[in-house]
């Protein structure tokens, strides 16, 4: 049996996420800019995600980890809804965003996106120049009144991104000329442009070197102020270092949820701290 089908470890779960949220200060009135409730998610006949619960509250950095395979990736796609596009993946449960549903027919998945901004592994550019990186979504959506407004917005994105100065001269380059550090925050850039609430980011650090990944840890900690953050990484130290909040996933189930402080020092489930400890993973 998985952990989280059992009806009494989920109960636990639920009680121990109020406790760690007390904890942290936070009413229970307004715990999650994104909350999830009982989501479940299956890639045709396996199931991937089993009833997980998770708050993400808004101007903070809530960081997952847990051994590879274990879901995150699956997890942090369900706010996005990017699972819609996996042919064969269905997703169960909740996901409410500022009190909406967003699995709710009336909401645009493409306006969705907007709005939830994803960040993956490997920097993802479009074959466009750096500029147009930045302007696409703006004008897309139609952010913009006139090429001068387009401009504010792309330079104010690139500036908020820790970018502008390394990029201001050349504009007009391709966004792939750029270094791999730069291009994540390039990217970073592309999200912001479209004022977006929650920020996603899957292991963004993975691909780069130690200078470059102390930049995006940089930016985040910048960014937290604005937008609600979710991070998957696999580096205990970068979730200590860049995050309030975290989230243990094992097989598919959130074991343990709640200040990062508490989660590294004094984690309540064994799994946890072998976990963290290096024990597995
Ligand atoms: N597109 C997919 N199709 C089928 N199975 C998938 C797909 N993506 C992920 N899985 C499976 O779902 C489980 C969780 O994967 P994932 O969310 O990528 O974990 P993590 O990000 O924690 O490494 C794994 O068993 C993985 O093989
Ligand atoms: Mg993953």
């Known amino acids: 049996m998985t952990p989280m089908s059992n009806p009494r470890s989920s109960f636990k779960m639920t009680a121990q996420r109020d406790d760690a949220l007390a904890s942290a200060g936070t009413s229970r009135a ?13 890639y045709g006949d396996k199931q991937a995600l089993f009833d997980v619960s998770l708050d993400m509250p808004d101007r903070m950095v809530t960081a997952l980890i847990g051994p590879s395979g274990c879901g995150k990736s699956t997890f942090l796609r ?34 969705l996106r907007a709005r939830v901004g994803m960040v993956f592994q490997k ?74 609430e929650v920020i996603l980011m899957d292991e963004p650090c993975s691909a780069l070197d130690p200078i470059a990944t102390a930049k995006i840890e940089e930016l985040i900690d910048d960014l937290r102020s604005q937008y609600c953050i979710v991070i ?18 094992h097989m598919g189930a959130v ?11 004094n984690p309540r489930d064994t799994r946890t701290q072998d976990y963290i400890t290096g024990r597995f993973g």
């Not at 998957?232 to 996933?249: E, I, L, P």
Request: glycine share 8%; with cysteine; aromatic share 6%.
């Open 123 to 196: 920097p993802n550019p479009f074959p466009k120049s750096i500029f147009e990186n930045v302007a696409y979504g703006p004008r897309i959506h139609g952010f913009a009144d006139n090429k001068t407004e387009l401009a504010d917005i792309v330079e104010s994105s690139l500036k908020r991104a820790g970018l502008w100065k390394e990029v201001a001269d050349r504009l007009q380059a391709p966004g792939t000329s750029l270094s791999g550090g730069q291009q994540q925050r390039l990217v970073i850039a592309r999200a912001i442009a479209v004022s977006p």
């Open 30 to 42: 307004a715990v999650g800019k994104v909350s999830a409730t009982d989501v479940s998610v299956f």
């Open 232 to 249: 998957v990484t696999h580096s205990m130290a970068q979730a200590a270092r860049v995050s309030q909040r975290t989230a243990f996933f």
């Open 78 to 111: 369900c706010i996005n809804r990017m699972n819609d596009t996996i042919p064969g993946a269905r997703v169960d449960g909740k996901i409410i965003l500022d009190g909406e549903d967003i699995n709710d027919r009336k909401v645009d998945p493409v306006l």
């Open 255 to 265: 074991v343990e949820a709640g200040a990062t402080d508490e989660i590294f020092t």
